[in-house]
């Protein structure tokens, strides 16, 4: 059972291998319990969260295929007791997480949003607008999985020093990214990119204590999850001038299926601030991610289930 809107590819794949694969995007939530006990397989993007309760109600359910790369609204640890595979596929997006942390990085050093912003108000400012180059910044890289490396593969170009930390991954460096622990992210680090999932381990990683570690001034890059950043101590610290500049595809504030359900003091700063850039979390949606992250999961299930 296909619960959200995925590219028609999975659906193909799996019906050609055999299998019975029924496509209910517009399916309610309440709907999806009643229905899920006749399934062996449950494919979702983010419209419910597949906790205990779900899983329960679901006894032959051998397969959870997420169409995306986070997963924290699946409980994989009871999923995985219960002998059922959790897949996801983040394959699929990492060409379109690497070039949109790209794009939000120019962006945000070269002034573009707010330069657009003025021309549009008929303002003429090139002065006020002076940027920044990449060339010869450090940019750190924390969380070096599929979209880290997509990020640090398209930034070799720009003559940056690339380092990366990456708690549960060793042996990565090559000739343009240097392997760092976390003391060497904080002491050298000009522009700051985030490429973790969120777990409990990261939720409010970066808040003030972390903030606090870093030597020099700097930017923030966040197009992993909103919570992993603390947005009260994000908005202190742009306000006291440590922190440059953020560029933010999510938000602390998002909901489990992504839409923003907040309005409050430190959001309402966000929005306003021109040292701010703010995407409504599409830095995975392109049109060529929508297909290869529906052809990657349908690749994977295949692969498990045989």
């Not at 496509?23 to 983010?46: N, T």
């Not at 051998?62 to 994989?76: A, F, H, L, P």
């Not at 976390?182 to 777990?199: A, G, K, N, R, Y």
């Not at 430190?266 to 049109?287: E, F, K, Q």
Request: contains cysteine.
């Amino acid at each position: 059972m296909v619960i959200d809107k995925v590219h028609t590819v999975l659906c193909e794949m799996l019906s050609e291998a055999g299998h019975q694969c029924d496509y209910l995007p517009d399916i309610s939530a309440k709907d999806v319990l009643g229905k899920l006990p006749e399934y062996q397989g449950l494919i979702l993007r983010s419209k419910i969260k597949v906790d205990k309760q779900v899983i329960d109600s679901a006894p032959q359910l051998r397969v959870i295929g997420r169409v995306g790369s986070g997963m924290e609204n699946i409980d994989t640890d009871y999923a995985r007791d219960r002998g059922i595979i959790c897949l996801n596929s983040p394959e699929g997006n990492r060409d379109s997480v690497g070039e949109h942390t790209v794009a939000l990085m120019l962006a945000l050093l070269h002034n573009v949003c707010r330069a657009h912003s003025e021309v549009r108000q008929g303002l003429w400012r090139r002065e006020d607008n002076r940027g920044y180059e990449l060339m010869d910044k450090v940019v750190g890289i924390i969380g070096y999985g599929n979209t880290g490396s997509a990020v640090a593969e398209r930034l070799q170009s720009f003559g940056v020093h690339i380092l990366a930390y990456d708690k549960y991954k060793k042996g990565f460096g090559n000739d343009y990214v240097r392997e760092v622990d976390l003391d060497q992210i904080f002491e050298h680090t000009d522009i700051l990119s985030l490429h973790v999932p969120l777990t409990e381990e990261t939720r409010y990683m970066v808040n003030k204590r972390f903030i606090q570690r870093f030597r020099k001034r700097f930017y923030l890059i966040n197009t992993s999850r909103g919570q992993v950043v603390k947005t009260s101590d994000l908005v202190k610290f742009l306000k006291k001038g440590k922190i440059y500049g953020a560029a933010l595809d999510v938000l602390e504030y998002e909901k489990h299926n992504f839409d923003l359900n907040a309005d409050n003091a430190d959001l309402s700063y966000l929005r306003t601030a021109d040292n701010v850039i703010l995407t409504p979390h599409i830095a995975g949606l392109t049109r060529q991610s929508y297909y290869k992250l529906s052809r990657v999961m349908a690749e994977k299930i295949l692969s498990a289930l045989s």
